[in-house]
């Protein structure tokens, strides 16, 4: 059983002018948990994570604008080890800069392309992009489309698990490509709305810790791709019922 407590706030300050819009959010996490295990052992974590994020928006007209921004995070966390117990305290933080230009240069046809980079204490500093394209066909349906990349960098707990980890700065950060291609359509006639997609998604240096690693947190070797042939989802409403349906066929491989 956890008995967990948790305290959390958030602070936003908007300030807008002429075509500008900018707003600067300060969040605040704190989490204690105490845990006893069936033979009644105890143990206890805390994680702290405070975050000053901005964010600014410029809009050239109705049709362009671009999207900046910065973020800002600082992880704290203490906890006991599981070889030996005692209780050891890190901490990591990530700044981040992005930046995504908006716009519409058909009637119809809306893109958007941007970039980010991150910095992490420990991992280093990292690129990643995205674009989307998406046509509405009319009121009611449209297609899209997009393709990124991502990040995802090891968390507290991967650099720091219990004596494993003798180098931290072994660990490489998790890197995906991914690829999607979809149909919405709403029904406004019957209150409904549905969305079929195909997405396709590679990852790279797979951070990984179970049984074939030793339960020591590696980076996998060789690539992980994950495709989805089709995924339906639906939402129908009604003023006596709501219904929610997803169905996906999707697979994965290792190479």
Same mark, same amino acid.
């Given at each position: 059983?956890?008995?967990?407590?948790?305290?959390?706030?958030?602070?936003? %300050?908007?300030?807008?002018?002429?075509?500008? *819009?900018?707003?600067?959010?300060?969040? &605040?996490?704190?989490?204690?948990?105490? #845990?006893?295990?069936?033979?009644?052992?105890?143990?206890?974590?805390?994680?702290?994570?405070?975050?000053?994020?901005?964010?600014?928006?410029?809009?050239?007209?109705?049709?362009?604008?671009? +999207?900046?921004?910065?973020?800002?995070?600082?992880?704290?966390?203490?906890?006991? *080890?599981?070889?030996?117990?005692?209780?050891?305290?890190?901490?990591?933080?990530? &700044?981040?800069?992005?930046?995504?230009?908006?716009?519409?240069?058909?009637? *119809? %046809?809306?893109?958007?392309?941007?970039? $980010?980079?991150?910095?992490?204490?420990?991992?280093?500093?990292?690129?990643?992009? $995205?674009?989307?394209?998406?046509?509405?066909?009319?009121?009611?349906?449209? %297609?899209? %489309?997009?393709?990124?990349?991502?990040?995802?960098?090891?968390?507290? &707990?991967?650099?720091?698990?219990? #004596?494993? +980890?003798?180098?931290?700065?072994?660990?490489?950060?998790?890197?995906?490509?991914?690829?999607?291609?979809?149909?919405?359509?709403?029904?406004? *006639?019957?209150?409904?709305?549905?969305?079929?997609?195909?997405?396709?998604? +590679?990852?790279?240096?797979?951070?990984?810790?179970?049984?074939?690693?030793?339960?020591? +947190?590696?980076?996998?070797?060789?690539?992980?791709?994950?495709?989805?042939?089709?995924?339906?989802?639906?939402?129908?409403?009604?003023?006596?019922?709501? &219904?929610?349906?997803?169905?996906?066929?999707?697979?994965?491989?290792?190479?």
């Amino acid at each position: 059983n956890t008995d967990d407590n948790e305290l959390s706030y958030n602070l936003r %300050l908007n300030y807008e002018k002429d075509k500008f *819009k900018n707003t600067i959010i300060y969040n &605040y996490t704190g989490i204690e948990r105490a #845990t006893t295990t069936a033979t009644k052992t105890m143990k206890n974590y805390y994680g702290y994570r405070d975050a000053i994020n901005f964010m600014g928006e410029y809009n050239f007209n109705l049709d362009n604008k671009i +999207v900046y921004g910065l973020d800002n995070e600082f992880d704290r966390a203490k906890f006991q *080890k599981d070889w030996p117990t005692d209780y050891l305290e890190s901490d990591e933080s990530i &700044y981040s800069q992005y930046l995504d230009f908006q716009s519409r240069p058909f009637e *119809k %046809l809306y893109n958007t392309i941007g970039i $980010r980079r991150d910095t992490h204490t420990t991992a280093g500093s990292f690129e990643t992009y $995205r674009g989307t394209l998406a046509y509405k066909i009319d009121n009611e349906s449209k %297609l899209r %489309l997009s393709y990124g990349t991502g990040i995802r960098f090891p968390a507290l &707990y991967d650099y720091f698990y219990g #004596t494993t +980890v003798s180098n931290k700065e072994d660990l490489k950060p998790e890197k995906s490509k991914s690829f999607d291609i979809g149909y919405e359509a709403n029904i406004e *006639k019957l209150n409904s709305s549905f969305d079929v997609s195909f997405y396709h998604i +590679v990852y790279e240096d797979a951070l990984e810790g179970w049984q074939s690693h030793n339960w020591t +947190v590696k980076n996998s070797i060789g690539e992980i791709s994950e495709e989805n042939f089709l995924e339906l989802s639906a939402n129908i409403s009604s003023p006596f019922m709501h &219904y929610q349906f997803l169905h996906a066929l999707e697979k994965s491989k290792s190479a």
